[in-house]
C-alpha cells in the first residue's frame, strides 16, 4: 500500500483537476495581495512618521516580527523538513534518512553559516562605507583648505552644492583669520570633541550596516520557504486540502510580509531597492504556485528526489531564519540599553513578541 500510495501525487478520494486549477488562480491572487498588503504597512508607516526610529512604535513592531520569525522556523520549517526527510515514501526507497536526524543537523550548519555570512557581510560593508566617508571628508577638508580644483568634482558628484563650497571657503577664511593659535587646552578639547564625533560617526555606520545585512539574510531564508509552499499549493489537485490552505498561507504571508518590511524600513534603503526586495518577497509565493500548476501533471511530490529537496531547503530555512530572530532582532533589541531603561516598552515588546510567535504559531493548525 505504501509503494502504491507513493506513485500518486494525490489522494482519489478528493481529487478535482478542473475545480483546483480555479482555486490555484485564486490562491496566487489572494497570495499577492496578502503580501504586498503585509510588506507595504511598515514601509509606508515609515513615510507617515509612524515607524520613527526613535519612537517606541517601531521596536515594538519588531519584537511582533521577532516572533513571528522564530515560529515560522520552528514551528513550520522544521516541522516540515522533519515530515519530508522521515516520509514513509523515502523511507521504502533509503532507510539512509531514517538513521541520523538530518532535520536538525542542517538546520544547525545552516544557523553556523548564517553566523558566517553576516559577519563577512557586515565587515565589507563597514569598510565600504568608512572608506566612502573618509574620502569625501578628505575632499570637503581640501576644499576647505582653498584647493579649488575639487569644486568642478564635488559639484558633479552632487556630495556638496554651490552654497555648501561658498560656506566653507567663508568658514575656512573665518576660521584663519579670527583664531590664528590655539591654547593647550583648546587644542585637547578639539580632540576630545573629535574623538567623540568619531565614535559616533562609527556607531552609525555599524548600526546602518548591521539593518541592511539583517534585512538581506532574512529575505532570503522567507523567500526560499516561500517558494516551497508555493510549488506545494501548486501541485496539489485537491480541492479538499487547497482551501483551507489557501486561507492558511494568505495569513502566513501576510505574517512574514509584516516582519520582513519592518525590518526593511529600519534600513533605509532607496526607494528603487526597497521597490525591489517588496516585490520579490511578495511575487515568490505566487510564482512557486504558478510553477506547481505547471509541472502538477508530471510531478509527483512523494519522490524520493522531491522529499529530500524539500526536507534539505526546509532545514536550511528554519537554520537562517531561527539565527536571525534569536541573534538579530530578539537578542539585539531586548538586551539593548534602550529596552533595559523603559519599562513600558519591554512589557509592550514581551506582549507582542509572544504574539507574534502565538499568531504565527497558530496557523500550524492549517498549514
Not at 212 to 236: A, D, F, K, N, P
Not at 263 to 275: G, L
Request: aromatic share 10%; net charge negative.
Amino acid at each position: 500500500m505504501t509503494n502504491s500510495s507513493c506513485e500518486f501525487s494525490e489522494s482519489e478520494l478528493c481529487r478535482d483537476e478542473s475545480t483546483a486549477f480555479i482555486l490555484k488562480f485564486v490562491a496566487m491572487a489572494s497570495i499577492l495581495v496578502a503580501g504586498f498588503t503585509g510588506i507595504a504597512i511598515p514601509l509606508f508607516g515609515k513615510r507617515r512618521r509612524l515607524f520613527h526610529p526613535d519612537g517606541e512604535f517601531l521596536p515594538a513592531a519588531k519584537a511582533f516580527a521577532a516572533g513571528v520569525i522564530l515560529a515560522t522556523g520552528f514551528v513550520h520549517m522544521l516541522n516540515d523538513a522533519w515530515e519530508a526527510l522521515n516520509h514513509p515514501c523515502l523511507k521504502s526507497h533509503s532507510h539512509v534518512w531514517s538513521k541520523f536526524p538530518f532535520t536538525g543537523f542542517f538546520a544547525m550548519m545552516s544557523a553556523l553559516f548564517t553566523l558566517l555570512v553576516d559577519f563577512v557581510a557586515t565587515q565589507y560593508y563597514e569598510g565600504r562605507q568608512r572608506a566612502t566617508r573618509g574620502g569625501t571628508e578628505h575632499k570637503v577638508n581640501q576644499l576647505e583648505g582653498g584647493d579649488d580644483d575639487l569644486e568642478e568634482e564635488l559639484l558633479g558628484s552632487g556630495i556638496v552644492d554651490g552654497m555648501h563650497i561658498v560656506g566653507m571657503h567663508a568658514h575656512a577664511s573665518h576660521h584663519t583669520h579670527s583664531h590664528p593659535r590655539q591654547d593647550n587646552d583648546q587644542i585637547q578639547h578639539g580632540h576630545h570633541e573629535h574623538a567623540h564625533s568619531q565614535s559616533h560617526d562609527d556607531d552609525d555606520v555599524e548600526g546602518s550596516v548591521r539593518h541592511v545585512v539583517v534585512s538581506q539574510v532574512l529575505e532570503l531564508g522567507i523567500v526560499s520557504h516561500s517558494m516551497i509552499i508555493g510549488l506545494s499549493l501548486g501541485v496539489s489537485q485537491s480541492p479538499c486540502t487547497m482551501r483551507p490552505l489557501i486561507a492558511a498561507l494568505s495569513f502566513h504571508q501576510f505574517f512574514e510580509g509584516f516582519a520582513l518590511g519592518g525590518c526593511i524600513s529600519e534600513a533605509q534603503f532607496k526607494t528603487s531597492s526597497t521597490t525591489i526586495m517588496a516585490c520579490f518577497f511578495a511575487l515568490t509565493t505566487p510564482l512557486g504556485v504558478a510553477i506547481g500548476t505547471c509541472i502538477s501533471s508530471n510531478f509527483n511530490p512523494y519522490s524520493p528526489g522531491a522529499l529530500v529537496t524539500e526536507g534539505i531547503l526546509d532545514s536550511f530555512s528554519a537554520g537562517i531564519l531561527v539565527y536571525m530572530a534569536l541573534v538579530d532582532l530578539i537578542a539585539a533589541d531586548f538586551l539593548s540599553k534602550r529596552m533595559r531603561c523603559n519599562f513600558r516598552l519591554q512589557i509592550v515588546s514581551y506582549c507582542l513578541l509572544f504574539l507574534g510567535a502565538g499568531s504565527m504559531s497558530s496557523l500550524a493548525l492549517w498549514a
